[in-house]
């Protein structure tokens, strides 16, 4: 009984932890994209200057959906009229089963998964460096106004995204008073050089890492995991209740968070319908 007691404290743990985490995740998408609530168990997310894009572009599943096939239906219809592929995000849970075969059964192709890292307070990290300046190691700065157009240069680069520059910096522009962006300079030919950017954004004492990119040149060098744990110990100098961030795993750096000490939490399906192909 004792473990069995133990054990549903444990989930209801992790159920906290994951609401937290996807509420952070909603108010994030919303300043990116519209948001739109679907049958009281989804919301959708989209922007037609972003296509192909499954971070910007989605539909999540909120909670077991009772009209799977309708929800599904309204989400194509959606995306589809807007001229933009059809991505829905669905929890890798046997409660989430019976959702994740009607996408298969509805047409749909499982192309990722997203998995989702925390850590609390008491997470230790891989290792506790202190931080001190030298010209010669990469140092975070902080971006502000007047440099905003650096970050964006890095974001886009890093992640081939270079045509939606303009529209990555209007939106950018627009909230920057919900985001605290940093680039990474590094010495790159005796000059130091920005190589890495990323995005802190707070919402109820939860901060989430977003935007965590590294130009090519740059990478395997170990730059976001310094990232990683500066944005950590910002998290608790702020005291927050927790910090989380998102993977895709066809990005292939799921590993580094495991090994900077991050916790995985939980895992997501990316399920994908494309127009032309229904």
């Known amino acids: 009984m004792l ?15 994951k609401d937290l985490i ?9 300043l990116w994209a519209r948001r739109l609530r679907l049958l009281q168990c989804a919301e959708l997310f ?7 894009d499954y971070f910007f572009n989605k539909t999540k599943i909120l909670s077991p959906c009772q009209r799977t096939p309708l929800l599904i239906s309204k989400a194509r219809r959606i995306f589809f ?11 890798d849970d046997l409660a989430y089963q019976d959702i994740n075969t009607s996408l298969e059964d509805a047409g749909f192709s499982r192309i990722d998964s997203m998995l989702v890292f925390s850590a609390d307070q008491a997470t230790q990290l891989a290792s506790e460096d202190k931080t001190y300046y030298d010209q010669n ?10 440099s905003i157009s650096m970050w964006v240069d890095v974001f886009c680069k890093a992640f081939n995204a270079e045509d939606w520059k303009q529209q990555i910096h209007g939106l950018t522009m627009a909230n920057l008073r919900f985001f605290r962006l940093f680039v990474l300079m590094t010495r790159s030919d005796a000059a130091s050089v920005p190589a890495a950017c990323a995005l802190l954004f707070c919402y109820r004492k939860v901060m989430g890492l977003y935007c965590l990119g590294t130009l090519p040149k740059f990478r395997r060098k170990g730059l976001a995991s310094l990232i990683l744990k500066s944005s950590i110990s910002m998290a608790r100098a702020k005291r927050m209740k927790l910090f989380f961030v998102q993977a895709f795993l066809n ?14 939490e939980y895992r997501k399906g ?8 229904t």
């Open 3 to 17: 473990l069995l007691n133990f054990w549903r404290y444990y989930k209801f743990l992790g159920s906290i932890t």
């Open 22 to 30: 996807e509420k952070n995740d909603s108010e994030f998408s919303s």
């Open 46 to 52: 989209v922007n037609r200057a972003f296509p192909g």
């Open 81 to 91: 009229s807007n001229k933009l592929d059809c991505f829905i995000h669905s929890y």
């Open 137 to 146: 190691l990469p140092q975070l700065i902080a971006i502000d106004q007047d």
């Open 251 to 264: 990005d292939g750096f799921a590993d580094m968070y495991e090994k900077v000490g991050l916790n995985l």
């Open 270 to 277: 990316v399920y994908a319908s494309f127009r032309g192909l």
